[in-house]
C-alpha cells in the first residue's frame, strides 16, 4: 500500500495509512522505511525524509548509505549544498560509511553553485586520504570550472585525469571543445554572450500580465540562435512545438505552476483562442498518460491565482523547443497537461510552460545533465531576448552579482535578500524591520510589471520620495492607492538603488526599464490599504466563548467581499459554513490548532447535546464516503482539553457563507462525520481545521491566493473576518512583526515577543529562557488569555504588583490569576507588547485586566503556564485591533481599531 501511494504520489492516502499504522501499533520494516524515503526524497519533502532516517536508526534498523545519497542528491537539486553537507556529517558521525557515489553527489552539488574550488579541495582531501577517486568523480570537475569561465583550470583537471588514466569519456573532450571555441568570443558587448553549442535560445513573444511568476531556466544542448520578443505591455508567451509533426503553440511562461498544459481538440469548454487548437488524434506520438491500478486517464485541475483554471488529462507527448537557428531541441515522451475544459484566459494564450521545480516542469523533465544558466534582457518594446545553457552566462565589466535562495517550504521561487532601498541620498535599510533577512526577503519575478515590498517598509520608501518630489501628488487612477504625481517630466524624481546582499547595488533608471535580470521597479507602489477590490470575500462568523482552542482563518478565495458579522459569546468563534446540497448550515470552532473540518453526522452512535440540527448525509446528494483499501476511512481527533471526535472521511460540497450573497463552494471537500464525539458544547456545529496539514480547509482550498486574511473582534457588538486582497492591513498606525513558521510546529503561528512594559518598567525576554530570535509566542484567536512561561510570567506579575495601589484578591475562577480590588480599571499600568522589528503594541486596559461579572474586582489577563507549554497571545489582548496575516511575506499586521463601530 505504502508503495503504490508513493508511486501515486498521494502522499494524502498515504498519511492515513501511516496514521492508521501507528494506531494499530504496526511498526514500519526496513522495506517500508526505503520506499518512503525513496519516494519523500523524490517528492522534494528533504527534510520529512532525513527524520525518516533517524526514526530508522533509533529503531535498530539497518540504514544503507545510498539512502543518504539520495536524501543529499535531493539537497543538491535545490542548491542546499550545505544541508548535504551537514547530512554527510551525521552520516558518518552515525556509523554509515560513505561510498564513491555520496562524494559525486557532494562534488557535483557543489561545482552546480559555482563551488569548484571547493569541489576540488574535497577531492584532493580524499585523495589524500587514498580514497579510491573514479572517473564519474573526475567528470564534474571539467564542466564545473566550464561553467564559471574557469577554462585553464579546466584543462589541467583532464591532463590530471589523463595522467591517472581516466580520460576515456568522450563528452569531457566535447565540453572542452566548446569552451575553447567560446573563449575569445566571450569579450563582445553586442547585448548579449554569443552563442555556444551548448546553450539554446527559445523564441519569446512579450504580451501583457502583471500576475503570473514567469522565467525560463537552464537547458540543453542543440542552436544556439537568439530569440526575439514583441512587447505587448507585459506579458511573455513562448513559442514551442508539440506533437508529431510539430505543432506551434504560443504559452504563457510561469514559474508559479509545474504543468506544461495546452488547450486540445474535442474541447468540453475552452476560451476563444487566436491560434488553432491542438488536435491530439493528428499526431503519431501522443500517448495519454494512465493512472491508478484501474487503468483510468490521469486528471489534472488547476487554478489560478486571477481565477483562471484549467481541467483535462495527463499525456506523454513530444516536445520541441523551437529555435530560430533551426536547431531544434527534441524532448520525447514529456508529460503536459491535455486542457478540455479551460476558463479565464487571453486569446493569445495556447497555454502554460510550468517552470517550476517541481518533477512535471519543463526545466524537470529537460533533464539534470546542463549547468543551470538562464539570461534574458526584457526592453519593454522592440526585441527582447532569453538565453539557456552555457550561452546565457552573463559576465563582463559593469556585472553585479548577489546570491540567490531557495526556500525549502517555497523551492520553486527565487528569492534575493535586499540589504537596503537609496532614494537618492537617503539610505532605508531593512535591517531594524520586519523585512530584514539573511536568507532572503524579496522574490525576483520576470511576470510581474510592479515591484512589492510589504507593507510597513514600503511606507517608508514612499515616505522618502514623498519628501524630495516637487510635484503635487494625484490620486491614482488605477484605484490601487499607488504613489503618483502630475509632471510633465521624469526629471524630478530620484533615483532609486536597490542594495542586495553581497555588494550588488542595482541604480535603477527612471523610465524603471527592466534592466539586467529583468527587475524593473515604478515610483508608485501597489499596495491596497482601504478599499475592497472585488478579489477577497468574507464569512460570517459568531464569536461566543473559548479559552482553549488556537483559531485563525487563513488567506482565501475568490468570490464576492463582503462583510461577516459576528455574534460575541464569551470568547468562542463559530464560523458559519454551509455543506452538503441542498446546503446545510453549521455553526463550527473555527481551530488553526487541528486539520480536520468535521460535523456531527447521523446516525449518530455517541453524540453530545447539539442546539441546532444535526447534519444527515442521506439527505445530501453530493455526500459521498471515501474508500480506503475498500473499506471506510476512519478518522479520530483529540484536543488538549480531552475532548475528542471519531468518525469516517468522506467528500462532501462546503459553501463558505458570505453575506453579500455570492457564496464561494468547494466540491468534493474532504470533511469528517463525526458519530462518535465526546462533550463538547451544544453552540457547536463541529470544528473547521485550519492549520497546513492537507485536509485543512485552507488547504482544501488551492494555493492560488494571496494568502491575506484579517480579523476585527471587538468582544461585543459585531466583529469582522476577511479574506482575499480585501484582507489587507494598512495606513496610519499600523505596526507588523515577522510571523515564523517552525518546522516542529508548522500549523501554529508564531511571532517573538522582544519584551513587555508594564508602564514605564520594560521587562526584556534577553536573559529568560523565554528568548529567542524566531518565534516564542503563537498568535492565537481561539484563546482568550495570553500566557507566559511560568518564570517569565512571574516577572511581568511583580512589575503589576509594584504598581497597582489596591488590595489582592482571590482569583474566582481557581486559576491563580492575579486579581485585585476595584471599582475602576484606571489604577491599573498600561501594558505593551514589543514584538520583534520595532512592532509596540500598546493594549489598552480592557484587554490586559478582566472586570468580574458582579464587579469591583479586577483580574489580569495574562497566565502563567509550564515552560514546556507554549507561550500564547490570546484574542482578549487582540480586541480592537485589526489584526492582518500575510502568509506570503511572514507577515502580522495591526491596526488600532474600533471593531464595533468599524462595520456599521
Given at each position: 500500500?505504502?508503495?503504490?501511494?508513493?508511486k501515486r504520489?498521494?502522499?494524502?492516502?498515504?498519511?492515513?495509512?501511516?496514521?492508521?499504522?501507528?494506531k494499530?501499533?504496526?511498526?514500519?520494516?526496513?522495506?517500508s522505511?526505503?520506499?518512503?524515503?525513496?519516494?519523500?526524497?523524490?517528492?522534494?519533502?528533504?527534510?520529512k525524509?532525513?527524520?525518516?532516517?533517524?526514526?530508522?536508526?533509533?529503531?535498530?534498523?539497518?540504514?544503507?548509505?545510498?539512502?543518504y545519497?539520495?536524501?543529499?542528491?535531493?539537497?543538491?537539486?535545490?542548491?542546499?549544498?550545505?544541508?548535504?553537507?551537514?547530512l554527510?556529517?551525521?552520516?558518518?558521525?552515525?556509523?554509515?560509511?560513505?561510498?564513491?557515489?555520496?562524494?559525486w553527489?557532494?562534488?557535483?552539488?557543489?561545482c552546480?553553485?559555482?563551488?569548484?574550488?571547493?569541489?576540488?579541495?574535497?577531492?584532493?582531501?580524499?585523495?589524500?586520504?587514498?580514497?579510491?577517486?573514479?572517473e564519474?568523480?573526475?567528470?564534474?570537475?571539467?564542466?564545473?570550472?566550464?561553467?564559471?569561465?574557469?577554462?585553464?583550470?579546466?584543462?589541467?583537471?583532464?591532463?590530471?585525469?589523463?595522467?591517472?588514466?581516466?580520460?576515456?569519456?568522450?563528452?569531457?573532450?566535447?565540453?572542452?571543445?566548446?569552451?575553447?571555441?567560446?573563449?575569445?568570443e566571450?569579450?563582445?558587448?553586442?547585448?548579449?554572450?554569443?552563442?555556444?553549442?551548448?546553450?539554446?535560445?527559445?523564441?519569446?513573444?512579450?504580451?501583457?500580465?502583471?500576475?503570473?511568476?514567469s522565467?525560463?531556466?537552464?537547458?540543453?544542448?542543440?542552436?544556439?540562435?537568439?530569440?526575439?520578443?514583441?512587447?505587448?505591455?507585459?506579458?511573455?508567451?513562448?513559442?514551442?512545438?508539440?506533437?508529431?509533426p510539430?505543432f506551434?503553440?504560443?504559452?504563457?511562461?510561469?514559474t508559479?505552476?509545474?504543468?506544461?498544459?495546452?488547450?486540445?481538440?474535442?474541447?468540453?469548454?475552452?476560451y476563444?483562442?487566436n491560434?488553432?487548437?491542438?488536435?491530439?488524434?493528428?499526431?503519431?506520438?501522443f500517448?495519454?498518460?494512465?493512472?491508478?491500478?484501474?487503468?483510468?486517464?490521469?486528471?489534472?485541475?488547476?487554478?489560478?491565482?486571477?481565477?483562471?483554471?484549467?481541467?483535462?488529462t495527463l499525456?506523454?507527448?513530444?516536445?520541441?523547443?523551437?529555435?530560430?537557428?533551426?536547431?531544434?531541441f527534441?524532448?520525447?515522451?514529456?508529460?503536459?497537461?491535455?486542457?478540455?475544459?479551460?476558463?479565464?484566459?487571453?486569446?493569445?494564450?495556447?497555454?502554460?510552460?510550468?517552470?517550476?521545480?517541481?518533477?512535471?516542469?519543463?526545466?524537470?523533465?529537460?533533464?539534470?545533465?546542463?549547468?543551470?544558466?538562464?539570461?534574458?534582457?526584457?526592453?519593454?518594446?522592440?526585441?527582447?531576448?532569453?538565453?539557456?545553457?552555457?550561452?546565457?552566462?552573463?559576465?563582463?565589466?559593469?556585472?553585479?552579482?548577489?546570491s540567490?535562495?531557495?526556500?525549502?517550504?517555497?523551492?520553486?521561487?527565487?528569492?534575493?535578500?535586499?540589504?537596503?532601498v537609496?532614494?537618492?541620498?537617503?539610505?532605508?535599510?531593512?535591517?531594524?524591520?520586519?523585512?530584514?533577512?539573511?536568507k532572503?526577503?524579496?522574490?525576483?519575478?520576470?511576470?510581474?510589471?510592479?515591484?512589492?515590498?510589504?507593507?510597513?517598509?514600503?511606507?517608508?520608501?514612499?515616505?522618502?520620495?514623498?519628501?524630495?518630489?516637487?510635484?503635487?501628488?494625484?490620486?491614482?487612477?488605477?484605484?490601487?492607492?499607488?504613489?503618483?504625481?502630475?509632471?510633465?517630466?521624469?526629471?524630478?524624481?530620484?533615483?532609486?538603488?536597490?542594495?542586495?546582499?553581497?555588494?550588488?547595488?542595482?541604480?535603477?533608471?527612471?523610465?524603471?526599464?527592466?534592466?539586467?535580470?529583468?527587475?524593473?521597479?515604478?515610483?508608485?507602489?501597489?499596495?491596497?490599504?482601504?478599499?475592497?477590490p472585488?478579489?477577497?470575500?468574507?464569512?460570517?462568523?459568531?464569536?461566543?466563548?473559548?479559552?482553549?482552542?488556537?483559531?485563525?482563518?487563513?488567506?482565501?478565495?475568490?468570490?464576492?467581499?463582503?462583510?461577516?458579522?459576528?455574534?460575541?459569546?464569551?470568547?468562542?468563534?463559530?464560523?458559519?459554513?454551509?455543506?452538503?446540497?441542498?446546503?446545510?448550515?453549521?455553526?463550527?470552532?473555527?481551530?488553526?490548532g487541528?486539520?480536520?473540518?468535521?460535523?456531527?453526522?447521523?446516525?449518530?452512535?455517541?453524540?453530545?447535546?447539539?442546539?441546532?440540527?444535526?447534519?444527515?448525509?442521506?439527505?445530501?446528494?453530493?455526500?459521498k464516503?471515501?474508500r480506503?483499501?475498500?473499506?471506510?476511512?476512519?478518522?479520530?481527533?483529540?484536543?488538549?482539553?480531552?475532548?475528542?471526535?471519531?468518525?469516517?472521511?468522506?467528500?462532501?460540497t462546503?459553501?463558505?457563507?458570505?453575506?453579500?450573497?455570492?457564496?464561494?463552494?468547494?466540491?468534493?471537500?474532504?470533511i469528517g462525520?463525526?458519530?462518535?464525539?465526546?462533550?463538547?458544547?451544544?453552540?457547536?456545529?463541529?470544528?473547521?481545521?485550519l492549520n497546513?496539514?492537507?485536509?485543512?480547509l485552507i488547504?482544501?482550498?488551492?494555493?492560488?491566493?494571496?494568502?491575506?486574511?484579517?480579523?476585527?473582534?471587538?468582544?461585543?457588538?459585531?466583529?469582522?473576518i476577511?479574506?482575499?486582497?480585501?484582507?489587507?492591513?494598512?495606513?496610519?498606525?499600523?505596526v507588523?512583526?515577522?510571523?515564523?513558521?517552525?518546522?516542529?510546529?508548522?500549523?501554529?503561528?508564531?511571532?517573538?515577543?522582544?519584551?513587555?512594559?508594564?508602564?514605564?518598567?520594560?521587562?526584556?525576554?534577553?536573559g529568560?529562557?523565554?528568548?529567542?530570535?524566531?518565534?516564542?509566542?503563537?498568535?492565537?484567536?481561539?484563546?482568550?488569555?495570553?500566557?507566559?512561561?511560568?518564570?517569565?510570567?512571574?516577572?511581568v506579575?511583580?512589575?503589576?504588583?509594584?504598581?497597582?495601589?489596591?488590595?489582592?484578591a482571590?482569583?474566582?475562577?481557581?486559576?491563580?490569576?492575579?486579581?485585585?480590588?476595584?471599582?475602576?480599571?484606571?489604577?491599573?499600568?498600561?501594558?505593551t507588547?514589543?514584538?520583534?522589528?520595532?512592532?509596540?503594541?500598546?493594549?489598552?486596559?480592557?484587554?490586559?485586566?478582566?472586570?468580574?461579572?458582579?464587579?469591583?474586582?479586577?483580574?489580569?489577563?495574562?497566565?502563567?503556564?509550564?515552560?514546556?507549554?507554549?507561550a500564547?497571545?490570546?484574542n482578549?489582548?487582540?480586541?480592537?485591533?485589526?489584526?492582518?496575516?500575510?502568509?506570503?511575506?511572514?507577515?502580522?499586521?495591526?491596526?488600532?481599531?474600533?471593531?464595533?463601530?468599524?462595520?456599521?
Amino acid at each position: 500500500m505504502i508503495d503504490c501511494c508513493v508511486k501515486r504520489w498521494d502522499f494524502e492516502e498515504l498519511d492515513l495509512i501511516l496514521k492508521l499504522m501507528e494506531k494499530e501499533s504496526v511498526t514500519l520494516n526496513l522495506d517500508s522505511c526505503k520506499v518512503l524515503i525513496d519516494g519523500i526524497t523524490g517528492y522534494g519533502k528533504l527534510e520529512k525524509a532525513e527524520r525518516l532516517v533517524s526514526t530508522m536508526h533509533d529503531k535498530k534498523l539497518r540504514v544503507e548509505t545510498y539512502l543518504y545519497n539520495l536524501i543529499m542528491n535531493g539537497y543538491c537539486r535545490f542548491g542546499l549544498v550545505e544541508k548535504a553537507f551537514e547530512l554527510h556529517s551525521k552520516m558518518s558521525s552515525r556509523g554509515v560509511t560513505p561510498n564513491k557515489d555520496t562524494y559525486w553527489v557532494l562534488m557535483n552539488g557543489l561545482c552546480k553553485v559555482g563551488k569548484v574550488c571547493e569541489a576540488m579541495s574535497l577531492l584532493n582531501e580524499l585523495r589524500v586520504n587514498e580514497f579510491e577517486i573514479d572517473e564519474a568523480m573526475y567528470i564534474t570537475l571539467p564542466e564545473g570550472c566550464y561553467t564559471v569561465g574557469m577554462i585553464e583550470k579546466s584543462l589541467e583537471v583532464v591532463a590530471e585525469m589523463s595522467r591517472e588514466g581516466f580520460l576515456r569519456d568522450a563528452k569531457i573532450c566535447e565540453i572542452l571543445a566548446d569552451a575553447l571555441i567560446e573563449v575569445p568570443e566571450r569579450g563582445t558587448n553586442d547585448g548579449y554572450i554569443p552563442s555556444s553549442p551548448h546553450g539554446f535560445t527559445i523564441d519569446l513573444i512579450h504580451r501583457r500580465s502583471n500576475a503570473s511568476s514567469s522565467r525560463v531556466s537552464n537547458t540543453q544542448p542543440g542552436g544556439s540562435p537568439y530569440a526575439d520578443t514583441v512587447f505587448d505591455t507585459y506579458e511573455y508567451l513562448m513559442k514551442l512545438q508539440i506533437g508529431t509533426p510539430p505543432f506551434e503553440i504560443e504559452a504563457a511562461l510561469d514559474t508559479g505552476s509545474e504543468l506544461i498544459w495546452t488547450q486540445c481538440l474535442p474541447c468540453l469548454h475552452c476560451y476563444d483562442q487566436n491560434a488553432p487548437i491542438f488536435d491530439p488524434s493528428k499526431s503519431s506520438t501522443f500517448k495519454e498518460k494512465r493512472c491508478n491500478t484501474h487503468d483510468h486517464s490521469c486528471s489534472y485541475e488547476i487554478v489560478y491565482a486571477d481565477k483562471s483554471y484549467t481541467k483535462g488529462t495527463l499525456a506523454t507527448e513530444t516536445v520541441t523547443i523551437h529555435s530560430t537557428s533551426g536547431e531544434p531541441f527534441v524532448m520525447p515522451e514529456t508529460i503536459i497537461g491535455c486542457g478540455g475544459n479551460n476558463s479565464g484566459f487571453r486569446p493569445s494564450y495556447s497555454g502554460i510552460v510550468g517552470l517550476t521545480r517541481g518533477s512535471l516542469s519543463l526545466i524537470s523533465q529537460m533533464g539534470g545533465a546542463y549547468p543551470g544558466f538562464i539570461s534574458y534582457c526584457f526592453a519593454g518594446k522592440g526585441t527582447s531576448k532569453i538565453n539557456f545553457g552555457a550561452n546565457a552566462i552573463v559576465a563582463g565589466d559593469g556585472v553585479v552579482s548577489t546570491s540567490m535562495f531557495v526556500m525549502t517550504a517555497k523551492p520553486g521561487v527565487y528569492y534575493l535578500n535586499l540589504d537596503a532601498v537609496s532614494v537618492g541620498d537617503t539610505r532605508i535599510e531593512t535591517q531594524g524591520t520586519p523585512f530584514h533577512s539573511l536568507k532572503g526577503n524579496i522574490v525576483i519575478d520576470s511576470g510581474t510589471p510592479l515591484t512589492y515590498f510589504p507593507v510597513s517598509y514600503c511606507n517608508r520608501v514612499r515616505k522618502a520620495v514623498k519628501r524630495v518630489v516637487t510635484a503635487n501628488r494625484v490620486a491614482d487612477p488605477s484605484r490601487n492607492d499607488m504613489l503618483c504625481y502630475y509632471s510633465n517630466t521624469i526629471e524630478i524624481f530620484p533615483v532609486i538603488t536597490m542594495h542586495f546582499s553581497g555588494g550588488a547595488d542595482l541604480v535603477l533608471d527612471k523610465y524603471n526599464i527592466m534592466i539586467v535580470l529583468f527587475l524593473q521597479i515604478i515610483t508608485c507602489f501597489l499596495f491596497t490599504t482601504t478599499a475592497s477590490p472585488p478579489h477577497g470575500f468574507t464569512i460570517d462568523l459568531i464569536h461566543r466563548r473559548s479559552n482553549a482552542s488556537s483559531s485563525r482563518l487563513s488567506n482565501t478565495q475568490l468570490g464576492s467581499s463582503p462583510y461577516a458579522d459576528t455574534v460575541f459569546d464569551n470568547s468562542v468563534y463559530l464560523m458559519k459554513l454551509q455543506v452538503g446540497t441542498p446546503p446545510f448550515e453549521i455553526e463550527a470552532v473555527i481551530d488553526t490548532g487541528s486539520e480536520i473540518t468535521w460535523t456531527q453526522c447521523l446516525p449518530c452512535v455517541h453524540c453530545y447535546e447539539q442546539n441546532a440540527p444535526i447534519f444527515d448525509p442521506s439527505k445530501s446528494s453530493t455526500f459521498k464516503e471515501k474508500r480506503c483499501h475498500d473499506h471506510s476511512c476512519p478518522y479520530e481527533v483529540d484536543y488538549f482539553d480531552k475532548t475528542y471526535t471519531k468518525g469516517t472521511l468522506a467528500t462532501e460540497t462546503v459553501t463558505i457563507h458570505s453575506t453579500s450573497g455570492e457564496p464561494f463552494v468547494m466540491a468534493e471537500t474532504i470533511i469528517g462525520c463525526g458519530r462518535n464525539n465526546s462533550w463538547i458544547r451544544p453552540s457547536f456545529g463541529g470544528f473547521v481545521g485550519l492549520n497546513w496539514g492537507p485536509l485543512s480547509l485552507i488547504t482544501q482550498m488551492g494555493g492560488e491566493y494571496p494568502g491575506l486574511m484579517s480579523y476585527c473582534f471587538a468582544g461585543n457588538g459585531t466583529s469582522k473576518i476577511n479574506f482575499g486582497t480585501n484582507a489587507i492591513v494598512g495606513g496610519g498606525g499600523v505596526v507588523s512583526t515577522t510571523m515564523f513558521v517552525t518546522t516542529a510546529k508548522p500549523g501554529f503561528y508564531y511571532l517573538n515577543l522582544d519584551a513587555v512594559s508594564v508602564g514605564d518598567t520594560r521587562i526584556e525576554t534577553l536573559g529568560t529562557p523565554f528568548h529567542a530570535l524566531e518565534g516564542n509566542i503563537v498568535i492565537d484567536s481561539g484563546t482568550t488569555l495570553t500566557y507566559f512561561p511560568e518564570s517569565y510570567c512571574n516577572l511581568v506579575r511583580q512589575a503589576v504588583e509594584h504598581v497597582v495601589p489596591a488590595v489582592p484578591a482571590a482569583d474566582p475562577t481557581g486559576n491563580d490569576l492575579l486579581c485585585y480590588y476595584s471599582n475602576t480599571i484606571e489604577i491599573f499600568p498600561v501594558i505593551t507588547m514589543h514584538f520583534s522589528g520595532g512592532a509596540d503594541l500598546v493594549l489598552d486596559k480592557y484587554n490586559m485586566y478582566m472586570e468580574s461579572y458582579s464587579g469591583g474586582l479586577f483580574c489580569l489577563a495574562i497566565m502563567c503556564n509550564n515552560p514546556t507549554q507554549e507561550a500564547i497571545f490570546g484574542n482578549r489582548a487582540q480586541h480592537n485591533f485589526l489584526v492582518g496575516y500575510d502568509s506570503s511575506s511572514l507577515l502580522v499586521s495591526f491596526s488600532p481599531t474600533d471593531c464595533s463601530a468599524l462595520w456599521n
